[in-house]
Every structure is written in structure tokens, then in C-alpha cells.
């Protein structure tokens, strides 16, 4: 794991996962013939989010789940 | 170009950035430049990128955490002495030349998200709520609960059930009616010291390891200049919410990763201050 440096700046413990919630989920995607795999990387990453989609669902079902105001419209 | 390699894009930048002692996924970086822009790029395993290493690769946390910190690390490092687009994790090309097909299909593009991009930071701002303690100044001082309260004491135990189950019922609105309040107050305020804002998904507690839930999930454009007055307002927030049971918590610089799509309407609708 590779020390993360830079991003320090009045934040206690930044974690693995803030750099994953960008690097997996932002940034510019390219679509085009030039690019090779895209397509399946998505899928990949769909497969991911099915996965975190159903750790949410389990959490609920476990009861109380606060929602915030303003989840992502997607 | 070898045949076993694939073109690694991290990033593109409109300034030559300097890349001695930065180590990519698998080696060293090399630039690619067309029409005054920067590709930074470097040469990766097919058998580790392509389509079938990457599928089994995606499937290896450790092999994922690694290999985004270091994408991470390579923008980070570019970041420093440039504005940058940084590019999704493990996005790739046959060779160099498809690259630079890329950058010229692209580069009007480029240049004016560059443009707009041009001296400003990405900051994150995640708020946690731990739901006992806000219950508690949630709760405190609501007439309709108070009322019950009252009630509750010296009722006969069938009807104390039904008005405990009415409190509970209370006490659960008013916590969500706070954490809304505050979620809208924090980023209603930080937004208008922003040029862009963006709300995302909250994660789960089993992606992020706390015992406290995630509220509020938001990244800020905010214009370098103005980092100090962003980061002053969210003293004031954490002054006044971390008593309460709320935890706000800030990182940053990031390149902009939330604020780089391609005529993406999400970024184009968010409203800019």
C-alpha cells in the first residue's frame, strides 16, 4: 500500500477508501474503438457496485438505516 | 510497441510536468504530447491489463488497492505543477498512436475542461452522524415528545407501551429531520464558496469501518484561492455539529475526479456559485 501524501490537509486518517470511491467510481471514461476493455471494466465495476448495492440492502433489512437528505440521483 | 504491452493513460495535463523518480503501475511514465496537450501514460502488462487479467485482477482487493494507490499517486505527483484530467482507473490503449487518436478527437474538449479546471482544488467533505448522540440534542426540547413524557409517567403499563412505541416513532423523525437540517446546511454553505459542487453516493458501514453512519458524501471545486475561506466555514460547521454526535470530515487537495466529465450533465447542471 502506497503512502498517500498530499492529501493530508486537515484530515486525520484519510483511508484506502477515498482514494477507491474516486479512482474506481470518477475521472474521465473514454468510449471509443481506440480503447480496448472499457466496456468490460464497467461491467467489472457494475459487478462491484451490485456488490455494495446488496451490502446496503442487507443493512437495511437489518433495520434503521438513517438516510441522508441528499443521496446521488442515480 | 511490443506486442504483450497495453498504453496505461493516467491523466492529461496542458503543461509539460516533470516525471523523473515517479514509478507507474509497472515501471517508468512517459509523456505523450499532441496539440499542447500532455498524455502521461505508461506501458503495462497485457496479461495483467487485458481483458482477461483485468477481470481476474478486479477480483483481488489487494491487487485493486495497490494499483489504484499508485494511479493515485502518479496524478497526485503531476497535480503539483499542473492542472490535470485524471482518468478512471485502468483505462487503456493498443498503442501510443490510439492514444494520441484519442487526444485529438478529444482535445477541444480537453482544453476547455482544462480551462475551466484552471486553478481550482477538489476537496471532499464526508459528514458521519452518530445516531445516539444526535438522538439526544435531537430529541431534547421537542414539544410533541416532551408531551408524551409527560404522559408516560403515571399511565397504566398498556398504554405506556403504545406511548413509548409513539416516542420512539418521534424521537426517530426528529433525529432525521437534524441530520437533514444539517447535511443541507453544511453543503448549502460550502457551495456557495465553491465554483462547482457534487453530491455522491453514501457508502455503506461495511466499506467504510465506522461505527457511525455515513450522512452526507459531497466533493467542492474551490478555486485555490479561496481554499482558506472553505476550509474556515468547515471549522465553524465542526465547531458547532461535533458536540452533536456529527463528525465532518475533509480531505483534500484531490485531482477532479468529480468535476472532469465530458459534457457529463451532471457536472454541467451542478450550479456554480
Known sequence: MHQVHNIAVNSKDVTLLEILDRVLDKGVVISGDAVISVADVDLIYLGLKVMLSSVETMERLRGAPITG???EAR | MIEDQLVYLYCVTNKEPELTETEGLAGSLYLISHKGLYAVAGKVKETEFGENGLKKNMADLEWIKANAATH???IERVMADADVIPFKFA??????????????????EFDAILQRLGNKQEWGVKIYCDVNKAKAFSVAGEPEIL????????????????????KA??????????????????FDLLKDLSFEARINKLLPKQVTEREDDMVLNSAFLVGKD?????????????????????????????P??????????????????
Request: charged share 25%; hydrophobic share 35%; net charge negative.
Open chain 1, 69 to 71: 437528505p441528499m443521496q
Open chain 2, 169 to 186: 416513532e418521534l424521537s426517530a423523525k426528529a433525529v432525521n429531520n437534524r441530520i437533514n437540517e444539517y447535511c443541507r446546511e453544511s
Open chain 2, 91 to 108: 483505462t487503456l490503449f493498443n498503442t501510443d498512436q490510439s492514444l494520441i487518436s484519442m487526444l485529438e478527437g478529444y482535445g477541444e
Open chain 2, 226 to 254: 479561496e481554499v482558506s475561506d472553505f476550509i474556515s466555514a468547515l471549522d465553524m460547521l465542526k465547531a458547532d455539529y461535533e458536540t452533536r454526535g456529527f463528525l465532518i470530515d475533509c480531505t483534500g487537495p484531490w
Open chain 2, 72 to 74: 493515485e499517486r502518479v
Open chain 2, 256 to 273: 477532479p475526479y468529480n468535476f472532469c466529465g465530458l459534457t457529463n450533465q451532471k457536472v454541467a447542471s451542478a450550479s456554480s456559485a
Open chain 2, 147 to 166: 408531551e408524551i413524557e409527560n404522559k408516560i409517567n403515571g399511565s397504566p403499563p398498556g398504554k405506556t407501551f403504545f406511548l413509548e412505541k409513539k
